[in-house]
């Protein structure tokens, strides 16, 4: 079924639970996704990126997405992924999305404000939510000194000023996450006491996480051995992920929405060399995708368990 993300995310910024953001980028991606729900029982948000979109379509994945939310025995959100593309953005409004990301934070402030409450205008006028995003979302190890850290991290004076002259539904804040597989060179540790004066200044605005996969030691294992089994090299060495410990405490002060990309695709790769192998005859697609997406149904099945969404439709 398709689900109201306002609806949604206020019950979990209520019931201090976050709802799992599935990066999709083809069909055996999605399957993984909504069987992972279904099999939990939870809420989720499926959602496409610019590059998503480049890669396969936004009217194909749209189709994929609003088959498999109709089907779905559990509410289905679909959402854009870091929308910086004004007219993307708008074709999203328009298309079918229930949900849409304005990622305006490398802008100046102003322009971003502007650029945002401009989304919003189009996104309410036809019941779409608006997430938004203001501070730096990077590697935390590109930080070389704490000014730059504190610069780059979201201000919560200034995001209590940002989404009361955008009225976003929902905003994405920097508070040491990371897109990519290696999130950090040391130890992970989220500003949270940052979070919590953000929610404390925002008690009602559901907030979001981004860059936060967990990069699981078991999947980048397993992709280093398939790696060297193939000739290839240990690219995901010393990757490192935001430990669970760490997202339940940020789900505590007002994080209702995590997105997942990474572990997806670490999932997804691992599985498809696993099979190729483990029976070098393999030549049917299906057989290779199949395992692959199982692996993806496995690691969001994690991700949920992690967020507490379980039973929460």
């Given amino acids: 079924m398709l689900g109201n993300p306002r609806t949604l995310l206020a019950k979990a910024l209520r019931g ?3 709802i799992g ?5 083809n069909l055996e991606i999605l399957q993984g996704v909504i069987r992972a729900a279904e099999a939990q029982r939870a809420p989720v948000i499926v959602q496409t990126s610019e590059g998503a979109i480049e890669y396969a379509g936004m009217t194909e994945l749209l189709a994929m997405m609003h088959t498999a ?17 004004l007219d993307v953005v708008r ?3 328009r298309s079918g999305y229930t949900s849409v990301m304005f990622d305006g934070s490398s802008l100046p402030y102003a322009e971003n404000v502007a650029r945002t409450r401009q989304v919003v205008r189009w996104a309410h006028a036809n019941g779409v939510a608006v997430e938004a995003e203001l501070g730096a979302i990077k590697g935390v190890e590109d930080f070389v000194s704490v000014a730059e850290r504190d610069a780059a991290f979201t201000n919560p004076e200034q995001a209590l000023d940002f989404v ?6 929902s905003l994405a804040v920097s508070i040491g996450t990371a897109h990519g597989a290696h999130k950090a060179t040391g130890d992970i540790t989220l500003d949270v006491a940052r979070l919590r004066r ?13 860059g936060a996969s967990s990069v ?6 397993a992709t280093h051995l398939y790696c060297t089994m193939l000739g290839d090299c240990h690219r995901l060495e010393g990757a490192k992920g935001i430990p669970d410990a760490q997202t339940r405490l940020a789900i505590r002060h007002g994080v209702t929405k995590i997105n997942t990309d990474t572990d997806l695709r670490i999932a997804f790769t691992a599985a498809v060399r696993e ?8 030549f049917d697609p299906r057989k290779l995708l199949g395992p692959a997406r199982d692996a993806v149904q496995t690691i969001a099945e994690r991700r949920i368990a992690v967020f507490r969404s379980k039973w929460k439709t």
Avoid at 21 to 25: E, G, H, I, T
Wanted: net charge neutral; with cysteine; charged share 20%.
């Fill in 16 to 18: 201090r639970y976050a």
């Fill in 21 to 25: 953001a599935f990066n999709v980028n």
């Fill in 69 to 85: 939310a109709k089907r779905a025995s559990v509410p289905v959100v679909i959402h854009l992924d870091h929308g910086k593309n």
């Fill in 91 to 93: 074709a999203a409004i």
């Fill in 164 to 169: 009361t002259r955008t009225q976003c539904d």
């Fill in 198 to 210: 953000i929610h404390a200044l925002l008690p009602k605005t559901p907030l979001v996480l981004h």
């Fill in 216 to 221: 699981p030691d078991d999947l980048v294992g």
């Fill in 275 to 282: 099979t190729l192998i483990e029976d070098t005859t393999v």
